[in-house]
T-cell receptor
Framework: QKEVEQNSGPLSVPEGAIASLNCTYS??????FFWYRQYSGKSPELIMS????GDKEDGRFTAQLNKASQYVSLLIRDSQPSDSATYLC??????????????FGKGTLLTVNP | DADVTQTPRNRITKTGKRIMLECSQT?????MYWYRQDPGLGLRLIYY???????NKGEISDGYSVSRQAQAKFSLSLESAIPNQTALYFC???????????????FGPGTRLTVL
């Protein structure tokens, strides 16, 4: 059973702070890693994708991947109240034609306080 | 805009009724997926399809069936709805990339289904 674990939260940070969201995964062969943002009652929205070890930055968001440690994280700099949402980590499955399926973590609820 | 749409957006039905949820996309993606989301359980895959002739069961397919009518349309049916199928249902699409390393999924707006 492939697993994706996220810090359970909820996570609360003040406006302007850095929010750090973490995710570990069990499938060593996974190649693709994604972060989705989901507002309450809405659909998941893709905000970051990362495929290689290291950091990837996009505006205020930085994704970090360490395949040896099976760890992926998302940093949100200068957090804004509009960043308050549940963040889902998703990891591709590996092996025999399953590479097009994603396993999702249960999500971390982030609240940014004004 | 290229998009993923779902109908209906909300549905209340009774135990034993047959229900169909529909998904259409204008993204031109080959791969389509159906998920359900329950509080505390996250997103769980029900069925997925890589093209019109390819249908695969996900981790929780019991009680559900699907039909891929065209590249752009993928429907989910509950043959005889039961209360524990009350959930938020999402359709998603994914492009094909040679080599398979890039498989981001894009979600529709969801259908909130309540089975009484």
């Amino acid at each position: 059973q492939k697993e994706v674990e996220q810090n359970s939260g909820p996570l609360s940070v003040p406006e302007g702070a850095i929010a750090s969201l973490n995710c570990t995964y069990s499938d060593r062969g996974s190649q693709s890693f994604f972060w989705y943002r989901q507002y309450s009652g809405k659909s998941p929205e893709l905000i970051m994708s990362i495929y290689s070890n290291g950091d990837k930055e996009d505006g205020r968001f930085t994704a970090q991947l360490n395949k040896a440690s099976q760890y992926v994280s998302l940093l949100i700099r200068d957090s804004q109240p509009s960043d308050s949402a549940t963040y889902l980590c998703a990891v591709s499955e590996s092996g025999g034609g399953s590479n097009y399926k994603l396993t999702f973590g249960k999500g971390t609820l982030l609240t940014v306080n004004p | 805009d290229a998009d993923v749409t779902q109908t209906p957006r909300n549905r209340i039905t009774k135990t034993g009724k047959r229900i169909m949820l529909e998904c259409s996309q204008t993204k031109g993606h080959d791969r389509m997926y159906w998920y359900r989301q329950d509080p505390g359980l996250g997103l769980r895959l029900i069925y997925y399809s890589f093209d019109v002739k390819d249908i695969n069961k996900g981790e929780i397919s019991d009680g559900y069936s699907v039909s891929r009518q065209a590249q752009a349309k993928f429907s989910l049916s509950l043959e005889s709805a039961i209360p524990n199928q009350t959930a938020l249902y999402f359709c998603a699409t994914s492009p094909f990339w040679a080599g398979g390393a890039f498989n981001e999924q894009f979600f529709g707006p969801g259908t909130r289904l309540t089975v009484l």
